[in-house]
């Protein structure tokens, strides 16, 4: 199995003119907003980087429908000014689309800082961890991830260096920071996690995060190649709270027979 995966698949609409970002090996790169609606109705409005080249047959840019087909990148901010983490959608592609609003994103990294695991007033799971998704030339991208309820549950009790495959969106969230006690308005950059991929299964088996019991190990589930297919199981996603309840009790999970009585010796 591939050890890392870094693929995003964006269809929106420019919602902006492009600005130079940088200059790389004597090749010019470009920033722009670019908005995709969700199905709620609220647009997330996300920061894409392109080549002049790519860009010259797209200008004017902004109320144009496109495709962008690429990577999440993560840059250190040092001037002082903003985030300190700048996040980012490298096109590898960009071409003129039709199509409706489309925000894919499929990751493969390693937890690189403990995560948070925690509860809203309404008593449901929210989980925030970073995650380390190695690129060429030694170089990695720390990208912020969030999940929610199940999910949540499962992502929060994973430690540092273990392997997580997800799938989701790219999601822009506003927030109020206080800044030498003044109210300032910032823009944070996440992916949210819808399901987790096949990859992920493997930390679960180990019986850490769903329980002590060996009974609650999965079997593996085979690899036909390509793109991965969701994790479908019911014990580390839907059912992995009542799987957690039901080991409390004092009964074990037999994946294909349901609970069983833990005999006493």
Request: charged letters at 25%; proline letters at 6%.
């Amino acid at each position: 199995m591939e050890e890392t995966r870094n693929y995003v698949r964006l269809r929106g609409t420019a919602a902006g003119e492009p600005e130079m970002s940088h200059e790389n090996h004597g090749q010019r790169f470009y920033r722009f907003p670019f908005s995709v609606q969700r199905l709620s109705g609220q647009a997330d409005v996300l920061h894409v980087i392109a080549t002049g080249d790519q860009l010259k047959p797209l200008l004017p840019l902004e109320g144009r429908r496109l495709a962008v087909d690429g990577q999440l990148r993560s840059f250190n901010n040092k001037s002082g000014r903003g985030s300190k983490l700048v996040i980012s959608v490298f096109a590898q592609t960009v071409f003129p689309t039709e199509g409706e609003d489309c925000n894919d994103i499929q990751l493969q990294g390693v937890i690189c800082k403990p995560p948070v695991l925690r509860r809203t007033p309404l008593g449901r799971c929210i989980s925030d961890m970073m995650l380390a998704v190695n690129r060429r030339y030694g170089r990695a991208d720390y990208l912020p991830c969030i999940a929610w309820g199940q999910v949540a549950m499962v992502t929060g009790r994973m430690e540092v260096g273990d392997t997580l495959a997800l799938e989701g969106r790219v999601q822009s969230r506003a927030y109020t920071k206080v800044v030498e006690g003044c109210a300032v308005e910032r823009v944070a950059y996440e992916v949210s996690i819808m399901h987790l991929l096949e990859d992920t299964e493997l930390g679960v088996r180990r019986g850490r995060y769903l329980g002590s019991s060996p009974a609650c190990a999965i079997a593996p589930a085979p690899f036909s190649g390509g793109l991965p297919r969701r994790l479908r199981s019911p014990w580390t996603k839907r059912k992995a709270y009542r799987v957690e309840r039901v080991v409390e009790r004092g009964t074990t999970i037999n994946r294909h027979q349901g609970p069983q009585k833990i005999s006493q010796a």
